[in-house]
């Protein structure tokens, strides 16, 4: 095995305890009050190791709910619109998404937490709008409702029902979860392909 490959490893394992680290003082106490020597101590490695892998906790923060929400949002990509630029559409089969959700809920709960959801909650709004607005877009024609307005209804219904369930403790299993939004969408005229 090569020393890169070793490397490798130990720089995953490193991000895992920092990120790991992290998410749990998240939990624990309001972002402000977090510090690197926190993450650092409940890490067991030294604020310099932080340093090399984040340049401050914000970036930590940014890092962690960019990587969260690709994954979760790549469930919601549908064929091609997998290498699109953009944020990926919500499509038909939800299972995965709440599958992913449940697999990652201690991150999910600590970022719908009390006070802290606003950073997280506003980030998954855009990149679900933002996602239903270039399908829409992508449907052609003359819409009776503004695709604009559109979006934001499908993503704040699907936010908030996510935020709902995961402060919840998830009563509901992720495929009756994925079966009931979808009905619930469909009920409002809200498909999902």
């Known amino acids: ?10 720089v995953v394992k490193t991000r895992e305890a920092i990120n790991k680290a992290f998410l749990e003082l998240f939990a624990e106490k309001e972002f402000q009050h977090i510090t690197i020597n926190d993450i650092s101590d ?11 892998h984040y340049a401050d906790k914000y970036d930590l923060l940014d890092k962690n709910i960019e990587s969260h929400l690709n994954r979760l949002l790549a469930f919601c990509v549908h064929g091609d619109a997998a290498s699109a630029d953009g944020p990926p559409a919500l499509e038909g089969d939800l299972k995965p998404v709440f599958d992913y959700l449940a697999a990652h809920y201690s991150f999910f709960s600590a970022m719908f937490a009390n006070q802290r959801t606003s950073v997280f909650r506003e980030r998954m709004l855009a990149f679900v709008a933002g996602g239903v607005l270039r399908k829409l877009d992508g449907l052609g024609g003359a819409p009776r409702i503004d695709r604009e307005l559109h979006a934001e209804f499908v993503a704040s219904a699907f936010v908030g029902i996510v935020e709902w369930w995961i402060g919840r403790a998830m009563p509901h299993s992720p495929e009756a979860m994925a079966r009931q939004l979808r009905d619930l969408f469909a009920k409002n005229g809200v498909e999902l392909h």
């Open 42 to 52: 409940r890490a067991n490695v030294n604020r310099g190791t932080v340093y090399l």
């Open 1 to 10: 095995m090569s020393t890169e490959a070793k490397l490798d490893r130990r």
